[in-house]
Structure formats: C-alpha cells, structure tokens
C-alpha cells in the first residue's frame, strides 16, 4: 500500500496510489479520516477499510500527473533523527561507530512534500544534503522489547535531511536542532510504503544526486542500527505515536565532507531515491 496526502479542492486529504492514480478516501468513503496520520492510527482494520474503498467503483480518483504531492505525514507528533548509522559515513566523518544511537530531532515546520522548494536561509552559507531513510510509527508504544518493535513500523519513505552545516557544528556548544530545523529543511515524500510492499528495509539501495550528479551512493544494509533497534532504543525515552517520523541517518557522500565542499546554492535541483520507495524531488532557492 502506498499512502499520500495530496491537495484538493477541499484541503488536504489522505489518499492511495493505484495504478498511477491517486484515490481521495474520505471523499470516496466519509467515514474515513481525512489525515494519514489518524489513518494510522486505526491500525490494521483502518488499512483494510481504506484499501476497500480504494477499490470502489465510484471512488474519487485523481490522475499522478495532475495532483499536487504534500508530505505523506504533514503533522506528525515528533521528527526524531538519528546521526552517525551508517557505517561508511561514519568512517567519512573521521568519528568512532557509535556505541548506542545518536539522537537528534526537527520542528515539524521542517517538513515539505516532493516539489516544494528548500529555502536557503540568509544566516546560514553551508547549507548541505544528507539523504535518509524515514521510518514511519504505526502505532503507540513505550519501552517496546526489540523483538516486536518491527510490528510498531507502519512503513517507510524517502526523506532528505537538510543541515546549515555552520550552525550544527560551529556555534558555541554546537546548534544541531537550529541547524537542522530550519523551515523547509526535512523534505519526505512522496508516499509512505507499507512493510508489505517493500520486504526487507534494510537492503535497499539509497541514492542522492545533486543537478543531475551522484552524490551519495550507499544501501540501508550499512546501518548500525536498525529500524527494531531504533523504535526499541527510542521508546525507552519518549511514547512513540502513530504518524511518528525517524530520520535513520544518511550514507557518505555528504557536502560538508568534500574537498572543496559542497553546499547548496540557488537554483540547484536534489533528488534523493530509495529503491522500492520512489524518488523525492525539490528545487532549492535563496531567500
């Protein structure tokens, strides 16, 4: 199943992509929530609901070509983010394999859909790319054991995790949440893939290109810690809700680690794919 939240003439709405179509569920079944978010949230028997109305005749249907993509979660609860997983970008950054995650997070006004512009804010000239695998939280849980943690995984998404490199690590005391919460910084999209769809989530390729040119070239089988690791890890410290984002880390490649760097500048176009996923696109301006 993939799920999306697209733009109609009514707002928002959670949808389903078929066969290159996108199905508008509250409109084809008002009993449906209109959010993803709340679709989530009524576990397995919501999903069947929405695939069953997906399959009416008379469902309301827009063409992929003509609709306008949000971000599959607008408004999820918490963006939790995880530094340092990957193997390969950890010996990049000249640091240790981290002993247990490295935890960060966004602001959900961080949050943008597939085509909608990365901002370059003008306090910040290191502005890099970083692109992620984002897990999506199915259902509520604390303290969840590792051995079920995969069944609080809803799904996943492409997600790109934009950082102001100079005020994450050059500040005083070092400024991860400024740096990296910037408005426009957390791009995801464009829908939210369930488990079923995409097997194992930790052999999939990972790919970022920068106009056009591979930058970040990896698979998620490089991550130190995995999705059951991660929702157990993080559920020890706060109640993980559905709709609930994981940035998982990024793999090598990134700007910041270039010689000369590598930062974003006006015009540049990014796009970041996961295989099984699809491919996330944004423009990127200067304001």
């Not at 607008?74 to 990957?86: A, E, F, R, T």
């Not at 740096?179 to 939210?192: C, E, Q, R, Y």
């Not at 559920?235 to 090598?252: A, R, Y």
């Not at 680690?257 to 295989?275: N, S």
Request: proline share 8%; glycine share 8%; with cysteine.
């Amino acid at each position: 199943m993939r799920l999306a939240t697209i733009q109609t003439p009514s707002g928002p709405r959670a949808a389903l992509l078929q066969d290159e179509q996108y199905i508008d569920l509250h409109a084809s079944r008002p009993d449906l929530p209109l959010s993803v978010k709340e679709l989530l949230g009524g576990g397995a028997n919501m999903l069947r609901r929405a695939a069953e109305a997906a399959a009416r005749p008379d469902a309301v249907r827009y063409s992929a070509a003509s609709v306008k993509l949000l971000a599959p979660i607008p408004d999820p609860q918490k963006v939790i983010c995880i530094g340092l997983n990957y193997r390969d970008h950890a010996a990049e950054s000249g640091v240790p394999i981290p002993k247990e995650p490295v935890i960060f997070s966004k602001f959900a006004t961080a949050l943008i859909g597939p085509g909608e512009t990365i901002h370059l804010p003008s306090v910040s000239n290191q502005v890099d790319y970083e692109a992620e695998l984002v897990l999506v939280v199915g259902k509520k849980g604390r303290n969840i054991p590792v051995a079920e943690a995969n069944d609080y995984l809803a799904g996943c998404t492409v997600g790109h995790d934009v950082s102001a490199r100079d005020w994450q690590l050059q500040k005083d005391g070092k400024q991860w949440l400024a740096g990296k919460s910037f408005d426009t910084f957390a791009p995801i999209g464009p829908t939210l893939v369930t488990l079923d769809e995409i097997g194992d989530p930790h052999n999939l390729s990972i790919r970022l290109r920068l106009n056009g040119q591979t930058m970040q070239d990896s698979n998620t089988r490089q991550m130190i810690f995995r999705a059951a690791d991660l929702i157990a890890y993080l559920s020890q410290v706060v109640t993980l809700e559905p709709g609930d984002l994981i940035f998982t880390g990024t793999p090598p490649g990134v700007g910041n680690a270039r010689k000369p760097p590598v930062f974003l500048k006006q015009g540049d176009v990014v796009e970041v794919e996961i295989e099984k996923l699809g491919v996330l696109r944004n423009p990127v301006v200067q304001d």
